[in-house]
């Protein structure tokens, strides 16, 4: 593996780009060290994205999922957090220039910059169907959602009303999964008594995926049981079905081909709000870096690392959590893939911070040892798979007390005591009563307006629409 010499006469100075779980956790592991950490992120706080599917469905509110970075570092001297937007990485002046022009030198650089959606070339459909990645994608497709109900109250043809409450899920994966599940528990006994010329219970919920079955990551008996678990809830699932056109009005869907061979008709689901859950895409920066340092990326976009997750030729660069193509290398095994998942993230911020200190004492670093530690899903209440790597084998359950596991997992896992007793009681008053106390949107614009990537409003129509491995 690589090394390189510490600088001398000063602390080395560590920048590390996004604060992510992989980000978080490779500050956190240079605590100790005699190094100067620079945390850079766009947003000021850190988000606990596995639940973030929860504020988009108003079942908890965004403190319950989110923390302030500085009050994160706030017993770390050596961290500072700044809030800001990378830019570009000078990789031979070793210098992180920002947009609002302020420039951070560094000896050592993680870059953790995360993933962003992926429409497969077709960027134009995220005004119809935003994907969920951040706090405001929560925010808008919770508005979109709630607004697309109010919508259907007031509209007096059956038609156009029955469009206000298709509610369309793109992608089968855990995020689909989740929002699909959660969206029908929403019609069916959250909203229930509260309007006077609809039904919510009857909006229709699709769940929509490209390949054979949901939860792909997961062994098929689970994924299986997953779509019987959905469909038990009134999710209409629909695998091998490939979304061709998005617009103001709906989707075009592309159905399997038949037994012969023959292409399929493609067909029409008419829908305001349409959620896409399909595609992830590395972080812009990725193609930058590979442009500065001739490292090479994948088709997603993330840059392939050395073992060690430092780019090749610059070992002073470590690359990790989503941004990066990093494979496990655990002894008496091929390298593996490590996948987009959170453990991932994290587990590649302590090696990445690990290898930075071997090298500042003139050691030689160590590859990426990733321990899968299984998968898990929720798709409504009481209901949850569950896919656990032991040394004793794979162990696999469905049904409550996958549930209960997947909440309690969850819990362990957020950032501070205050969240997760504050989750825990939202879902305690949640289960009891099937209300969602988060159902609060600002301002009255039609549900029409769709929004590009950067919020802004691009167009306008009769109908409507809303809003993350």
């Not at 090479?296 to 193509?325: K, N, Q």
Request: charged share 20%; glycine share 10%.
């Amino acid at each position: 593996m690589s090394t390189s010499p510490a600088p001398t006469g000063r602390r080395p100075r560590v920048v590390i780009i996004g604060c992510g779980f992989g980000g978080l956790e490779a500050a956190r592991a240079l605590r100790p060290a005699a190094v100067d950490v620079t945390v850079v992120d766009k947003a000021n706080h850190h988000l606990f994205q596995p639940l973030l599917y929860q504020v988009a469905t108003a079942g908890l509110s965004a403190p319950a999922i989110a923390a302030p970075i500085r009050h994160l570092f706030r017993h770390q001297p050596n961290a500072t957090a700044l809030l800001g937007e990378v830019a570009r990485v000078d990789v031979a002046a070793r210098t992180v220039h920002l947009r609002d022009g302020l420039a951070l030198p560094y000896d050592h650089l993680i870059v953790a910059a995360g993933a962003t959606h992926s429409y497969f070339g077709r960027d134009d459909w995220a005004a119809w169907a935003p994907g969920l990645k951040t706090l405001e994608d929560a925010f808008e497709i919770r508005r979109r959602i709630l607004l697309a109900f109010e919508a259907a109250e007031k509209e007096p043809d059956p038609q156009r009303r029955a469009d206000w409450l298709n509610f369309v899920v793109v992608g089968g994966g855990p995020t689909g999964v989740e929002m699909a599940g959660t969206l029908a528990e929403i019609a069916r006994h959250t909203l229930p008594g509260e309007f006077r010329h609809i039904d919510p219970a009857s909006a229709k919920i699709i769940l929509l995926e490209g390949s054979p079955r949901v939860l792909q990551s997961m062994p098929e008996t689970l994924s299986q049981r997953a779509r019987e678990q959905l469909e038990k809830l009134g999710v209409d699932v629909r695998v091998q079905a490939r979304v061709t056109a998005i617009d103001a009005e709906g989707l075009m869907v592309q159905p399997p081909s038949g037994a012969d061979g023959s292409g399929a008709i493609s067909y029409q689901i008419k829908s305001k709000c349409i959620i896409w859950a399909a595609g992830v895409a590395a972080s812009p920066l990725g193609r930058q870096l590979a442009e500065a340092t001739g490292c090479t990326t994948d088709r997603a976009g993330r840059v392939v690392v050395e073992p060690d997750l430092a780019l090749p030729g610059h070992p002073e660069i470590s690359v990790i959590g989503d941004l990066a193509a990093a494979q496990s290398h655990m002894p008496g095994q091929p390298p593996r893939p490590v996948p987009g998942v959170s453990p991932g993230a994290k587990q590649m911020g302590r090696a990445a911070a690990a290898n930075l200190l071997r090298r500042l004492q003139g050691q030689p670093t160590q590859p990426l040892r990733y321990r899968d530690y299984g998968n898990l899903a929720t798709i409504g209440r009481n209901s949850a798979v569950v896919d656990l790597t032991s040394p004793a084998g794979p162990v696999r359950f469905s049904g409550y007390f996958a549930w209960l596991f997947w909440l309690f997992a969850h819990v362990y896992f957020l950032i501070g005591f205050r969240n997760r007793l504050v989750v825990l009681m939202d879902w305690a008053w949640a289960y009891w009563s099937f209300a969602r106390s988060a159902r609060v949107v600002a301002g009255m614009d039609a549900p029409a307006t769709a929004r590009s990537a950067t919020g802004t409003a691009t167009a306008t129509s009769t109908g409507t629409g809303p809003q993350r491995s």
